[in-house]
C-alpha cells in the first residue's frame, strides 16, 4: 500500500467527519469550516495555502491526509454543449461525468462505482461488468472538477451546475455510505451548496438500501422502473427477480412521505421499440402508478453496439407520453444530448476492468441484495 492510500482523503469527509479528527488532533471542531470552505469553494490542494489555520495544525493535516481529486484522463465537447470527462479512478480503471447545459439550469451526472453488476439489458455500463466502489472523496471530486472547469466555460453564471444527478456509472445504494457523504458534502453550504431538490439518487431498486435512506438523507431519489409489469422488467432490470415493482413502489413512497415537503419520486422510464413503448404499455403503467406520488421522465433509448435494442419512433413517444399525461401524470421527455460523444443516458461505458465474476456474489450479500 502507498503512503498516499494510508492517508484520510478530506475531499470525502463531510462537516461532521473533519470536525471529529480536528478534536482528535486537539483542535476545536468549528475549524471544519475553514478547512472545508478552502478545499470546496477556493478548491485549493496544498495545506500550505490555508492561511487562516495555525502552522502546527496545517502540518499535522499534511501528515494524516490528503486532498484527491480523480485524473483527468480526456474531456470531449459535443455538438449542443454537453460535456464528458474520462477520469481515473484509484482502482486504475476509469468513470465517465457527464454536464448537460440547458439555459440557466446546469446538470452534472456523476458515477458511483467502476461498471455495474445489475447488468440491465439496455444499458452499456453493465456490459462492461463491475471494478470496484468509488470512494466518497471520488464521487464529491467528479462535482469539484466540473465547478472548477464550468467557473471558466460560464463566467457570466453565478453557478454552472445547478442539479447533481446520481446516474452516471453504477447503482448508488449499492455504495451506500460512500454516496451517502458525498451527498451530504454536495448540499452542504459549506460543500457545494446544492439544493437538497436538486441532488437526486437514482436506483434500479435495491429496496434494502432504499429503507435505509429514511433518516439517512434528504436528497430526492429517482428509480429506473423501465417496465409496467414484473415479467417483462425481471427481463430488463435483473434486481427486479429479487425485488417486485410493488415492494419497490412500497419503499419509495415511505420514503418520499418521510421527507415531510411534498416531494415526489421521479420515475425514469427508458422507452425501447416494440419492447414496453406501446400504448398497453403505457395503459399498464397510468394504472400501476396511480397511488404513487411521481413525476414520469420518459427516455427514448440510446442505441450502443450489441444491445439488441432500437429506438423508439417519435410517434410512439410521442403517443406514450399524450396517453400519460390524459391520465394525469406530469410526464417529461428527455431530450437526446451528447450522443456524438457517447454521453447520452444508458451510453456511459468508462475503462472497466472487469471483476464481476470474482466479486460480484460476496458485494451483494454484503449489501443485502443477495
Not at 478547512?35 to 469553494?41: A, T
Not at 444499458?123 to 469539484?144: D, H, Y
Not at 439517512?216 to 417483462?232: C, R
Not at 427481463?235 to 418520499?256: H, R, S, T
Request: hydrophobic content about 40%; some cysteine.
Amino acid at each position: 500500500m502507498t503512503e498516499s492510500l494510508t492517508k484520510l482523503d478530506l475531499l470525502g469527509m463531510t462537516q461532521e467527519q473533519i470536525g471529529a479528527l480536528l478534536v482528535e488532533l486537539g483542535e476545536k471542531p468549528y475549524r471544519a469550516k475553514q478547512v472545508m470552505k478552502w478545499i470546496h469553494h477556493r478548491f485549493i490542494d496544498d495545506f500550505d495555502s490555508m492561511t487562516d489555520i495555525s502552522l502546527n495544525l496545517r502540518q499535522q493535516l499534511s501528515e494524516k491526509t490528503e486532498i484527491h481529486e480523480p485524473e483527468i484522463i480526456s474531456e470531449q465537447i459535443s455538438t449542443d454543449g454537453t460535456r464528458k470527462w474520462l477520469m481515473r479512478a484509484r482502482s486504475g480503471s476509469a468513470v465517465e461525468t457527464v454536464f448537460i447545459p440547458e439555459g440557466n439550469r446546469g446538470t452534472l451526472c456523476v458515477s458511483s462505482q467502476v461498471g455495474c453488476a445489475l447488468d440491465c439489458k439496455f444499458c452499456s455500463t453493465g456490459k462492461q461488468g463491475f471494478n470496484s466502489n468509488l470512494t466518497a472523496g471520488e464521487i464529491v471530486g467528479q462535482v469539484r472538477i466540473a465547478r472548477r472547469v464550468l467557473e471558466e466555460a460560464y463566467p457570466d453564471r453565478k453557478r454552472a451546475v445547478t442539479n447533481v444527478v446520481l446516474m452516471g456509472m453504477g447503482e448508488p445504494l449499492l455504495n451506500f455510505d460512500n454516496v451517502i457523504a458525498a451527498v451530504s458534502i454536495m448540499m452542504d453550504d459549506l460543500g457545494y451548496g446544492i439544493s437538497k431538490r436538486k441532488v437526486t439518487i437514482s436506483t434500479a431498486g435495491v429496496v434494502p438500501a432504499i429503507r435505509k435512506l429514511k433518516g439517512t438523507t434528504d436528497a430526492s431519489l429517482a428509480i429506473s422502473l423501465h417496465a409496467p409489469n414484473d415479467e417483462l422488467r425481471d427481463k430488463l432490470v435483473p434486481i427486479n427477480k429479487k425485488y417486485k415493482i410493488a415492494e419497490l413502489l412500497q419503499a419509495c413512497k415511505e420514503y418520499a412521505q418521510g421527507l415531510g415537503d411534498k416531494r415526489t419520486i421521479t420515475v425514469e422510464y427508458t422507452l425501447m421499440d416494440n419492447v414496453n413503448d406501446q400504448q398497453e404499455h403505457a395503459i399498464e403503467l397510468a394504472v400501476l402508478l396511480k397511488d404513487f406520488p411521481c413525476k414520469l421522465n420518459l427516455i427514448p433509448f440510446n442505441p450502443f453496439p450489441g444491445s439488441g435494442f432500437k429506438r423508439p419512433s417519435n410517434i410512439a413517444v410521442k403517443a406514450f407520453r399524450e396517453r400519460m399525461v390524459k391520465a394525469g401524470y406530469n410526464v417529461t421527455v428527455r431530450t437526446t444530448r451528447g450522443d456524438d460523444i457517447n454521453a447520452a443516458c444508458g451510453q456511459l461505458v468508462g475503462e472497466v476492468e472487469d471483476k464481476t465474476r470474482r466479486q460480484e456474489q460476496y458485494r451483494l450479500i454484503q449489501t443485502g441484495v443477495a
